[in-house]
């Protein structure tokens, strides 16, 4: 794990720009990146979009207004200190504070890298009665931070209580550790996995770049889907990493191609210090367009946005419904021109 500038320029020669962010004073996402991920980056390249995500740069630390730090507001919709009950039959679970590599990007960065570590026996217990208090919950989002920093027997542990009375719940396991440090995902934990579980677990997965599908990345994930753990992705739409139609789409075909189905593509949240990483939002907004021409229906995510203040996630599609005419639905066709249908 690379975590201090002197190894960090082993390997890359840092721009006057990130090397600003080393100087400067201030609370910080600290630097961390696996020697596996740091390797996918061009060193001769100061634009890399591997590099983007991963290496810190000046620009973090002058947030816009609009920013803060928690724009969803999680710590009001927290139940009990990890727990985030926003929508009635699902809750994310903040496991870990720790990552295998720190996004820049990072939306959660109020809780990442802070003083929250692991979850404890005690708080594992006050979800488990949570749980068992609101049979109305079916999903559970294991999240973080990443809960594959967790040891194999930690989270053993942690499975085993949080089904506890409940055989009918659905779990997402939300890591990004298939992307930034692979080799995490041995057969070790697979195995645990299939011996713990009592229902379904979707591997929840964060690539944002066709370079990322490597074949350890693969892998891992091959890992995980041979064993009947189903992978979905969520991007995140990043200036000067994917916020081209081109790699959006060569994202997204190789991500289908390798058994993980695109699931959202995420308009950036209003975080503090992650204004150079986002893309308007109506600029995503035509991007979504173009890859709806291109991708199959299988292949093409949902964009969304996550409103600020925690007022939920909406759906960002370009309106193909133009209006009514009498009883006429008026379309936009997607090849061109005008079509009706019935509206009733
Ligand atoms: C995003 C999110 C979910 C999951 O939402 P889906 O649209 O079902 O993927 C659940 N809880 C919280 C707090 C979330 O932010
Ligand atoms: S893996 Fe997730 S929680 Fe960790 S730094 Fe990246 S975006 Fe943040």
Known sequence: MIKSIEELEKFIELSSGERQWFEAQGEKLPLLVSRYYLALIDPSDPLDPIRRQVIPSIEELTPSPEEG???????????????IHRYKNRVALL?????????????????????????????????????????????????GGDPLTLSDQRLEQ????????????????????????????????????????RGPIYLMTQFNHPRELTKESIGAINL?????????????????????????????????FNR???????????????????????????????????????????????????AGKVVLTYNYLTGFNENVAIFEAPQGGQVGYPSG
């Not at 730090?69 to 727990?83: C, K, M, N, Q, Y």
């Not at 993980?260 to 109506?282: A, C, M, N, S, W």
């Open 69 to 83: 730090r928690d724009p969803l507001a999680e710590v009001v919709h927290s139940v009990l200190p990890r727990l």
């Open 95 to 143: 496991v870990s504070d720790t990552c295998a590599t720190y996004c820049r990007h990072c939306f959660r960065r109020r809780f990442t890298a802070t003083e929250d570590k692991i979850i404890s026996p005690a708080e594992i217990d006050g979800v488990r009665v949570y749980l068992k208090e609101h049979p109305e919950i079916k999903e559970i989002l294991l999240t």
């Open 158 to 197: 942690l499975f085993k209580r949080l089904y506890g009375e409940r055989n009918d719940l659905t779990v997402r396991l939300c890591t990004r550790i298939p992307v930034t440090y692979p080799q995490r995902i041995t057969s070790k934990l697979i195995a645990m996995l299939k011996k713990v579980r």
């Open 224 to 256: 995980f889907v041979d064993n009947g753990f189903p992978a979905l992705n969520q991007a995140v739409l990043l200036r000067g990493v994917n916020d081209s139609v081109e790699v959006l789409e060569e994202l997204m075909n190789s991500l289908l």
């Open 260 to 310: 993980i189905k695109p699931y959202y593509l995420f308009q950036g949240d209003l975080v503090e210090g992650t204004g150079h990483l986002r893309v308007p939002l109506k600029e995503g907004l035509i991007l979504e367009k173009e890859l709806r021409k291109r991708l199959s229906g299988l292949a093409m995510p949902t964009y969304a946005v996550d409103l600020p203040g925690g």
